[in-house]
Every structure is written in C-alpha cells, then in structure tokens.
C-alpha cells in the first residue's frame, strides 16, 4: 500500500477530486511521509532553481549547439553576440551540472531530427514516402499509449535513412523478386488497405481483424487489409522498422504472411519479432512455427524457424540458416520480456540488471522454467507478481530494492 | 528526392511584406513542423501550439534574417526555440498536494524543527545518478524521455526516483532526530 502511495506522489500527476482527498486522508495518518514530501518539494525547488543559476535563458544551449553543429548562419549578430558572451559561463555550467550535458546532446539530437524531417519533405511542403497516411486518415486512433512508449535504443541514423532511401527506390522500381514497398502489387485496387506509421521512439500495437496483435516500435510503417475477408492467406506488410506479431491461429488452418522489402515470413499461429532495418529483415521466432523465404522461393524454399532461433535475408542475398538466439536479448527492442522456457533464476538475473534491484530465489524454486511475456515498463512488483502465480510462490520484498521469490505455504 | 527548396527571392518578398510569399512559405513550412514535432514529441494535443509558435518566431523574426537562402536553419533555430519553452512549460512547481511555502497545516507539532533541516544535505543524500534524474525531470522533460536520453527504461529511472525518495525521507528522520537530540 506504501508502494502505492509513493508511486502517486512521486508520479501521480493530476488527481481526481476523490483521489486527492483519500490520499489526503493516508497522508495524515503519516506526519513523516508529510514532512519528508514537503521537503523534496523543496529539494525539487533547489534544483530547479540552481538549474536556472547556471543557464539564465535556455536559448543559449540552442545556439550554442547550432553554432556547434555549423549552423552559424542561423544566428542574429545580437544572438552571436549573446553567445560568445556567455561562452565561459556555458562551460562552467555543464561542468557543475552533468544533467546539462545530456540536454545538450538532447538539443543535438532535435537537430539531426530537423534536417532529417527537412530532407524527407518535397517541393511542395509534403512528406513524399511511398505509404505514408496519418492514423486520422485511415479511421485508425493515432494516439500511441503513453504506457507503450518504450526506451529508444541508441540512433541509428544511418541505418534509418539506408532503409527509407530503400524504401523509396522499391516504390520506383518495378520489383519481380522483392516485395513492392507500397503494397499496390500485392492487393486488388478495390481492396482497402490500413497503413499505420509509428514514430520514432513511440510503441503501438494494432489488432487485426482476425484477432492477431503487431506491436509497432518506431520508427516503422505497417500495412494491412481493412477487413478480414477470411482468405486463405491473411497478409501485411512491414515496408520499415520493426514489429512484434502474435497471430491468432484460425480454424481454418489460414497462413499469416509477413511481407517486408526483402523476405516473406509464413506463419501459421505463433509469436515473433520482424526487423526491416538498413535492406536487411531479420526474424526472431519466439513461439510456434515460422517459413522464412524470398518471395520467389517455392513453398518448399526457405528456411524454417523452431522457438528460440533467428534467420534473416538481405538485399539479394540468400536466406541465412537458422540459428539459436537468446530471445530475451533478441527481442529486447520490443520493450516487453520474452521468456520461453527460462529457468527462473536467469530470469531473476536479467530483472535485477533491468531494474537495478536484487532479486533472489529460494532454492527449492531453483530450475523451474518459465515461459512467459512481459512488458519492460511494468514496475518490477508487477512483474515478479505474475512469475510468482506461474511458479505458485510468494514474494518477499526484504528492502526498498529487494524482494525474494519463496514457494506459498 | 530534392529536398524542399525555398526561393530566396521569395523569402525576401515575404520579408518585404509581401502577403502571397510569406502565405506560400507558411503553407510550405506548416506541415514539415508538424511532421517535425509528431517525430519529436508524438501525436500530442500541443502539437498545433508548437507549429503555430514556430511560425509566429519564424514571422516575427523574419526581418533579422540576413541570409534569405539560411531559411531551413533559421527555422530549425525556432523550432528549438519552441521546444525548449514546451519543456519549461510542463510542469508547474505548485504541487498537487502539500505546497512547501504554504504553512505546513497537518503538521500539528509547535516544536516541529523540520525547518531548520538544510536543504544542500539533502542535495547531497542523492546518488549522482538520481541527481541527473531529478535535474532532468526539473529542466520539464517526461520521465519515458529522461530513459531515451540515459538510454534506460523508464521503469529504471522511476526506481532511481523512488530510492532517491526514500534515501531522503531515512536520512532527513535521522538528521530530525539529531537535531532534536542537540537541541539546535
């Protein structure tokens, strides 16, 4: 219940009327947590305003990082002025607040976004990449979930520009082998098609008709067909970025086909993880049974995944054999823990890495597997939670970041 | 594909008032913005603020602009602009619950030296990780952002938070106790 508390103090954000007062009501039964609360406030206010010390106007990081980054021509005589002025005192700032250095390099990266926007965007002002349609347009809520939003991975910008200019080139061309980026070659005019873009550091899961769940991690572009139409072949395409599918196994034994720009994965009801990045699609498979092939390939051609391997096809290359693959660590990008067959002490080790806690396991728990899927961003009593009801066992919090899974009495 | 290229010559048309070019240039750098801040910050409701103050700066500043052909920097100039204020803007420091500065109301004790306690010890209580946390957090950035930029989970960065929490709530009832104890 105190963890309950805390997390509403400390990340609570707007209240309900009702909810203010019963933790208005908790908190008077703790003059302690009062006083401790008005004094991280204060704590709170002291940084704030040491921050403002050391940076009187935050538009100085700005130009001192445009001025960095060779973009001097955007800066007023007045600003260059300003800057050069303040170049010491900027110096000593990010010296005696290491919090600055990483906003400056924040600023960088809003940059790097800028010119890339920039450069994505035609003479008429629009954004030319070959599917792109706002979720508003397809009827789709665009909204990501705040609660999806996972930790973006380190940039990958090379890698980000290789595969849109890829992207681009296969909407141009006139493609036999590989699979055509718009989608226009794979469905009948009639047919309507959803295409869902997700934005870079942004996580959104869509359910298809049939009941099967893709988790976009951005940036990446999905499209499918608007409705179920129970065919034989259920089929999307990834034209970029990466997906986590969990298909729906259908009676009627229908095959899901993942189509990116270089590979064609057949699946008939399972979970994987899909990458499109830099002309290269890489599958991880963590449940079920997955074909990887090109698209010319035979049903025959191809290789096919068991869990706990990966494969992965590159422009004009062959399909690689398939091999094992710590899935956890695979699937990492996912933002979710995914376990197949985990004993739970390794489990217990990767939480522990993950959250920066301590985790233990009593030894008569020791060797029991766990399969399982989790996303990173519950709080780690959530998770241990669930572990706990899978194995039957309890969980002991021994300190503010220690906890002990024990077998129920 | 080109990239989107702006006539000096209009953007000096619109720097001498003239209404079509400077509408030409708006119609032509509205949606590359609002591409821009959907990539930055998602498909958020402040999206259409953020777009509309950055042609405001842009419009504003339009005059200072030397270099007519420097309209792609100039913009990503107000652009960051834009976005530094949105980050300031975020939080309001009055707290939902217990604002320091007001009398501390359920604090009944007349005796109550809490006061007294210096605020820099307390500083001091943080792990040098927690204390980037925090300052991030007071510079107005969400904490899922404060993760990208530490290249953690947010689930890590609220844990840094609550230990810091309770680090500082042990540490100032030790630090009340000796002050009760010394009578200072």
Known sequence: MMEDLYETLLFGGDLSPQERSSIEDRLDDDPDLVKAWSHWCLVRRRLRDRLHEHISDRRLLVLYVLDQEGHDDALTA??????????????????????????VDRIRDERDDFEMVWASHGEDGHQHQTTLRS???????????????????????????????????????????VLAVAGILFWPEESAVTTVTVADGDVQVEVLGDGSTVRLVGPATLSYPAEDTETAVRRVTL?????????????????????????????????????????????????????????????????????????WVAKEGRVAAPK?????????????????????????????????????????????????????????EEV????????????????SDQYRLVPAP | MATPSFDPAQVRRAQNGDERAWNDLLRRLEPLLRGYFIKRIGKEPDVDDLVQNTLMRVHKGLDDLKKPGSLKSFSMKAALFELQDYYRGRYDMKETLYDPELPPQRTTDPEDRSAHVDVEKALDVLTPKARR??????????????????????????MQVKRAFE???????????LVWFFGL
Do not use: C
Not at chain 1, 284 to 301: F, P, Q, Y
Not at chain 1, 384 to 399: D, I, K, S, Y
């Open chain 1, 324 to 380: 094992p693959v710590d899935l956890t660590t695979a699937l990492d990008w996912t933002g979710l823990f995914v376990f197949r067959s985990v004993p739970i002490e390794t489990i217990a080790e990767r939480l522990n890495q993950r959250y920066d806690v301590q985790v233990t396991v009593a030894e008569s728990l020791t060797g029991e597997a766990v399969t399982g899927t989790f996303e990173r961003e519950q709080p780690v």
């Open chain 2, 167 to 177: 680090k500082m709530k042990d540490a100032l009832t030790s630090l009340l106790l």
């Open chain 1, 384 to 399: 241990l939670g669930a572990l706990a009801a899978t194995l039957g066992a309890n969980v002991h919090q021994e300190g």
């Open chain 1, 239 to 311: 034209e970029e970025g990466r997906a986590f599918f969990d298909v729906q196994r259908r009676s009627d034994h229908a095959s899901f086909v993942v189509e990116t720009p270089t590979a064609v994965a057949t699946v008939l009801g399972t979970q994987f993880g899909v990458s499109m990045q830099a002309d290269t699609t890489n599958v991880v498979l963590a449940t079920g049974s997955v074909r990887v092939a090109r698209e010319e390939e035979t049903e025959d051609g191809g290789v096919v995944l068991e869990p706990g391997q990966h494969s």
């Open chain 2, 133 to 158: 946390i925090m300052e991030l957090r007071e510079y107005g950035y969400l904490y899922r952002e404060i993760a990208q930029m530490l290249d953690t989970t947010e689930a890590a960065v609220k």
């Open chain 1, 78 to 103: 007045h600003e260059r002025e300003a800057l050069e002025a303040a170049r010491d005192e900027l110096d000593r700032a990010v010296a005696a607040v290491p919090a600055l250095e990483t906003i």
């Open chain 1, 135 to 177: 979720e508003a347009e397809s009827g789709q809520n665009g909204t990501p979930d705040r609660a999806e939003r996972a930790a973006r991975p380190p940039h990958e910008r090379d890698q980000d520009r290789g595969s849109r200019r890829w992207a681009r080139r296969l909407a141009i061309a006139t493609v036999g082998l």
